[in-house]
């Protein structure tokens, strides 16, 4: 890289500071003010942030469409747009008029603190952002020649700062400049690649035949296991935050379908240039580095700053949302309902969990060295363990009863977790039954709550019930 793209690196951050800290949170701040930026967010600033905050996992986009083609398409992007489309119709609106600031604080009002309490710590561990700190340091390696520990931490502590500062609000507005980034860098690569190599008659001649098929080389149970993982998007706390901060619920409701064509254009950009990086450079030994290296390949100066500002973004925005979802939910559900302290005091107990999520997540990133490592292990226990919880909470006249609700997080996290821990038990490294650990845990939530479920009338906020 010339001194110019890290020139252009430098304004970026120089931005980054400068809009996450133009406005800090006051004494006077209350909960609503730091965790959902007292409900003011707008449709443009919904879907901005949104679209940003869900698209951290660029590396691991890159390296899919290198190997699989257009298949790319229906694993990372058409089940996640299906199970958004479900959660704009069943849960936006409802969310947002629910009035709360947490899912944990949905799930006390609707099952008790005990499940409230079980559901903090699951979601806590899901939200500590370790994959995407492991990107950055992957691209910090790549992109600078740091080693890697440094990449982690000088890229993380620089994602936070500002959050720390501003709150909910700080990840709002730097999230705005972060979605304008992400599109122009891939829209230029590939305005840049199909002029200089040609379309699709370019492609055809230079892909291995799978890479534009539907399936890729993989098998349609492979790709159908993928609409189930998809259903975390039911219990994405990014999701639901911005929901609870927007102005309305038609603001969240129609936000989340907006956003939905958004990912659809990114996902037409990064496949498109996946399939290039496959094709110009066929015989690349690290598939995660295919972006920076077809970049490096194609873009001048000052055009490859540019597109190393696009990677970043994408990341460092996906970075401070999901710090700050760990942040809140340890400040406003594990420890205030701890020590029960006044609600002025979360703005504290938020600062002290962004520290805390920061930490855990770089270690978690050293310790695994693989983003899709990372998404798996916290997907397959925390997903079966929350869905049914979550999403009967808000919809539907049946509801778990406190004690079965409480049960189904414990077994089914559970038996996920036990079953994920199977592959070190068996011979050749075999899940039990050839099942994958997200499917036994989902299985036993479900019938707990087909056999222990209770039908209510009206609104419901408190607890249905004790019994199992």
Request: net charge positive; hydrophobic share 50%; with cysteine.
């Amino acid at each position: 890289m010339h001194s110019v793209d890290y020139i252009l690196i430098l304004v970026y951050l120089g931005a980054l500071l400068y809009l996450g800290m133009r406005k800090r949170l006051g004494r006077e701040s209350d909960a609503v003010d730091l965790i959902v930026g007292g409900r003011k967010l707008t449709l443009p600033a919904f879907v901005a942030s949104l679209v940003s905050t869900w698209y951290g996992g660029i590396l691991g986009v890159g390296e899919f469409s290198y190997l699989y083609g257009l298949s790319n398409w229906l694993v990372f992007g058409l089940p996640y747009y299906l199970s958004a489309v479900i959660f704009a119709i069943f849960l936006a609106r409802k969310a947002r008029e629910s009035e709360v600031l947490t899912i944990p604080e949905r799930l006390a009002r609707t099952y008790g603190n005990k499940t409230a309490a079980a559901g903090s710590i699951i979601i806590y561990l899901m939200t500590v952002p370790a994959a995407y700190v492991l990107m950055l340091g992957v691209l910090c390696e790549h992109l600078f020649g740091w080693p890697f520990w440094m990449g982690v931490l000088a890229g993380t502590m620089f994602s936070i700062v500002y959050v720390y500062l501003g709150g909910f609000g700080s990840v709002v507005r730097t999230d705005i400049f972060q979605f304008s980034l992400m599109f122009v860098g891939f829209a230029v690569l590939l305005v840049m690649v199909v002029s200089q190599y040609g379309g699709m008659d370019y492609l055809s001649a230079n892909l291995p035949d799978a890479h534009l098929t539907w399936h890729g080389g993989n098998s349609g149970w492979y790709i159908a296991t993928w609409y189930v993982i998809a259903l975390a998007t039911l219990i994405e706390p990014a999701f639901y935050q911005r929901c609870y901060a927007a102005k309305s619920g038609k603001t969240a409701r129609t936000g989340i379908f907006v956003s939905i064509a958004f990912w659809a254009v990114f996902d037409f950009l990064t496949t498109s240039c996946g399939l290039y990086a496959r094709a110009i450079m066929p015989e690349l030994s690290d598939p995660v580095s295919s972006y920076p290296a077809l970049a490096l390949e194609i873009l001048p100066v000052g055009l490859l700053g540019l597109f190393a500002l696009s990677l970043l973004a994408t990341v460092m925005s996906t970075i401070d949302s999901y710090s700050f979802v760990a942040a809140s939910t340890f400040g406003q559900d594990i420890m205030q309902r701890m020590f029960r302290a006044d609600q002025r005091d979360v703005t504290m107990y938020t600062r002290y969990g962004l520290v805390l999520s920061v930490g855990l997540a770089v270690f978690f990133a050293v310790f695994f060295r693989s983003a899709v490592d990372i998404w798996y292990v916290f997907g397959s226990i925390g997903t079966p363990a929350l869905l049914a919880p979550v999403f009967f909470s808000y919809v539907g006249r049946r509801r778990f009863t406190a004690a079965s609700a409480l049960a189904s997080i414990v077994i089914s996290g559970t038996l996920s977790l036990v079953w994920y821990c199977s592959q070190y038990l068996t011979a050749d490294g075999s899940y039990w039954l050839g099942l994958q650990p997200i499917f036994p845990g989902l299985i036993a939530s479900l019938a707990i709550f087909a056999l222990w479920s209770r039908r209510v009338e009206g609104k419901t906020g408190g607890p249905v019930g004790r019994s199992l």
